[in-house]
């Protein structure tokens, strides 16, 4: 897998957990701010989708396919699931939704990259 | 009975409880993920360790269910399932490290959690405070 998406997935991640804690502290709603770094982490991450399953039909490497993909589609489903989880939660309870969707896709992309690597 | 989340006093997933309810969730997906992998690649392995995967996520499932739906009833079950999640987590994840061989693969609880963030140790403690906070009232 490519080290670049990993490195944009991570790097997306964190910076949206920072504004993400920032939020919390401050106890503000979610504003466009937030939406517009999650979207942009939501196309890396259909990107990402699309891309790992052709590198799985390219690849000669010994990984458990179905595994892969569950991963792949797994990560893609987190943030809308949580993004729309916190819409009725308009507090900073509904902030921490989001934040625990977030940490969930570096918690699985960091899954995903031991897995394409045989190593899971 | 009342549709999901009218009844204001049981309703056990709005305000933080919506984001214990999505920890749980993910927990419920990622457990019963883990043990489905688990019993289908090689179920002979390490049989004790996946029927606990199994058993892990089906509490996980319950947990969830009940919070969502909450009500006295909802209420009761959740308390049910995290206590067992609770005596689950801390009995596993000591037996992990006091008997190894028992332990061949790992599952959500071993170690107390620890391939999870210690996740599976903190979410018990977490449940058993949010159900404490919203106990439903009586008579």
């Not at chain 2, 009940?66 to 609770?86: I, N, Q």
Request: with cysteine; charged share 10%; aromatic share 10%.
């Amino acid at each position: 897998m490519s080290p670049w998406v990993l490195g944009a997935v991570l790097l997306l991640c964190g910076l949206t957990v920072i504004v993400l804690v920032v939020h919390l502290v401050r106890d503000r709603a979610a504003e466009d701010g937030m939406f517009v770094l999650l979207g942009v982490t939501e196309l890396v991450l259909l990107g990402q989708l699309v891309g790992g399953c052709i590198a799985l039909g390219n690849t000669e490497r010994d990984l458990d396919g179905t595994l892969f993909v569950s991963y792949l589609v797994g990560i893609a489903l987190a943030l809308p699931i949580g993004a729309f989880w916190s819409l009725a939660e308009r507090s900073r309870a509904g902030t921490a939704v989001v934040l625990l969707a977030v940490l969930t896709v570096a918690a699985l992309e960091v899954r995903l990259d031991a897995i394409w690597a045989g190593t899971a | 009975m009342n549709p999901i989340g009218t009844e204001s006093s049981n309703a056990l997933a709005v305000g933080w409880g919506r984001a214990l309810v999505f920890a749980y969730g993910v927990f419920a997906v990622a457990a019963t993920g883990r043990s489905l992998v688990q019993l289908s690649d090689d179920a002979g392995k390490a049989p004790l360790a996946y029927s606990l995967s199994l058993f892990a996520a089906i509490v996980y499932l319950v947990a969830t269910t009940s919070l969502l739906l909450g009500g006295t009833t909802g209420w009761r079950v959740a308390a049910v399932a995290v206590s067992v999640e609770l005596l689950g987590v801390l009995l596993v994840g000591a037996l992990s490290y006091a008997a190894t061989d028992l332990f061949p693969d790992k599952t959500v609880w071993s170690h107390f959690g620890q391939g999870y963030g210690f996740l599976p140790l903190v979410l018990p403690f977490a449940g058993l405070a949010w159900l404490r906070a919203n106990r439903p009232m009586y008579g």
